[in-house]
């Protein structure tokens, strides 16, 4: 409909230029004939239509000005909507896939291991495998763990241990305990995974459990 409105106006802008050209044409004749009042007359209703001739042609522009500018924003709305989905697609096309990764080295340098490759993972401790946890078997970072394990076991940051993550299985082995059931569960952080929330480091689940202590009321 725009479309045609702009092509409907410029066909009328070029019929009244031809329309004035002939009007001028007609007053030269005119005045080369001697009839001034009628060259006067002629050139006057010229420079009405010519004034008619210029509204016209800003409410042209202006008309363009607008579909230029409507058809650039539907440009670029069709070409965000192409990006979005072609990302969509490229997501859910590889992040089934995730990279299979196999270590077997002592335990902290499974750890460093798997911070490195997924620097937003999580991991979770199993208390069969290693025991009960007081500061808490979950929402752990590996830099934590080997803060943990160091003051607490540092034997076992130098046991044999086995890092595997692929499709079906993410986990550490600690040899010397289970090699059937990971000690470490492991979360990798990738796109779509959820993710168990971060319990802190090992200041802070010592200080929540200082204060988890002093709050517990004293039975007599």
């Not at 004939?33 to 004034?51: P, R």
């Not at 008619?52 to 924003?73: D, H, I, R």
């Not at 034997?155 to 059931?181: D, M």
Request: proline share 4%; glycine share 6%; charged share 20%.
């Amino acid at each position: 409909m725009e479309k045609n409105t702009v092509t409907e106006a410029t066909a009328q802008l070029l019929t009244s230029f031809q329309e004035a050209n002939q009007a001028v044409l007609e007053g030269i004749v005119a005045a080369q004939e001697g009839n001034v009042k009628l060259a006067q007359s002629i050139l006057t209703d010229w420079l009405e239509a010519l004034k008619g001739q210029t509204a016209t042609a800003q409410s042209l522009m202006m008309e363009m000005e607008q579909q230029v500018n409507k058809q650039q924003e539907a440009v670029q709305k069709l070409a965000q909507q192409t990006a979005e989905s072609y990302f969509d697609f490229l997501h859910a096309s590889v992040s089934p896939y995730l990279p299979s990764v196999r270590l077997t080295e002592n335990l902290r340098i499974c750890l460093l291991a798997l911070a490195s490759r997924y620097p937003s993972h999580s991991v979770d401790i199993d208390e069969q495998v290693l025991g009960p946890q007081s500061l808490g078997a979950t929402g752990w970072r590996a830099a934590d763990l080997i803060e943990l394990f160091q003051s607490t076991a540092p034997g076992l940051l130098q046991a044999k241990a086995h890092l595997e993550v692929s499709a079906g299985e993410r986990g550490i082995y600690v040899l010397e305990r289970s090699e059937q059931t990971p000690a470490l569960w492991i979360h990798c952080g990738t796109p779509g995974e959820k993710m168990p929330a971060y319990q802190g480091d090992l200041v802070t689940r010592r200080q929540a459990q200082a204060t988890m202590h002093e709050e517990a009321p004293i039975l007599g």
